[in-house]
């Protein structure tokens, strides 16, 4: 919200739950799923970042989103998406896919910004798996992570600017191994773990091992790495 304030620009957040407002940003209550309160929300808004989103139910709140944005004449969407979203066959990835066609399908102006996985995500995976006696490793699996902050500015950039359509991917600068996070996690949190492959079954296991996850070419890079992120983020032991 900062940099898109230091643009001189009004910020009005959507979310469930009713707040004060404060620091210059206007707080309004609605429900995507159920498409309560959203012509209200978008009341004399010219640019819509949605970046609502969840384990299930994105292509349902998404087109909500879409109709009333039409309505209320919003001349510009920017959406964030996910990399491989058309690749994987998995609930999460069709859902996010059918946000993604919804926006980009409506009479709306937009952008959709397709990001990696964000580092936070990297980090919640592997603590978690740290936490099982026998740290299990996907086999095969490789990701590029991308740092919160490197999406911020992006999306903020994409949002200042003219629509644009579906963009390039955003990743991380690094491609990494599922070993090779997972080790670096526990050497920066003085843990001890064995480790044990597994086999990533189906389809999905199939494009992961592939690497059809993975933004190789064509695709705008951040700047911070996965060490930055633990070396700032996770408690060094």
Not at 86 to 109: H, W
Not at 165 to 177: A, C, F, Q, R, S
């Amino acid at each position: 919200m900062p940099l898109v304030q230091a643009a001189g620009w009004k910020v009005r957040v959507l979310s469930r739950h009713a707040r004060e407002g404060g620091d210059g940003v206007e707080y309004v209550a609605a429900d995507l799923l159920k498409g309560d309160g959203i012509d209200e929300a978008l009341g004399g808004v010219e640019v819509v970042v949605h970046l609502a989103g969840g384990p299930k139910g994105d292509d349902i709140g998404t087109r909500n989103l879409v109709r009333a944005a039409e309505r209320a004449g919003v001349r510009h969407l920017v959406h964030i998406s996910v990399t491989a979203v058309d690749k994987l066959s998995l609930t999460y990835f069709k859902s996010k896919l059918g946000a993604e066609q919804a926006v980009l399908a409506s009479s709306v102006p937009s952008t959709v910004l397709r990001a990696a996985q964000f580092h936070d995500f990297a980090v919640k995976t592997v603590g978690a798996m740290a936490k099982l006696p026998v740290m299990p490793v996907p086999g095969g699996l490789r990701l590029q992570p991308v740092d919160a902050r490197d999406v911020a500015e992006r999306l903020v950039e994409l949002a200042l600017g003219e629509p644009a359509g579906l963009v390039p991917d955003l990743v991380g600068p690094k491609v990494y191994t599922m070993g090779e996070l997972s080790r670096d996690y526990l050497r920066a949190t003085g843990k001890h773990r064995l480790s044990m492959p597994i086999h990533i079954p189906g389809k999905a296991g199939k494009v992961y091992r592939a690497g059809g996850n993975l933004t190789l070419s064509g695709a705008t890079v951040g700047t911070r790495t996965w060490e930055d992120y633990l070396a700032e983020h996770v408690p060094q032991r």
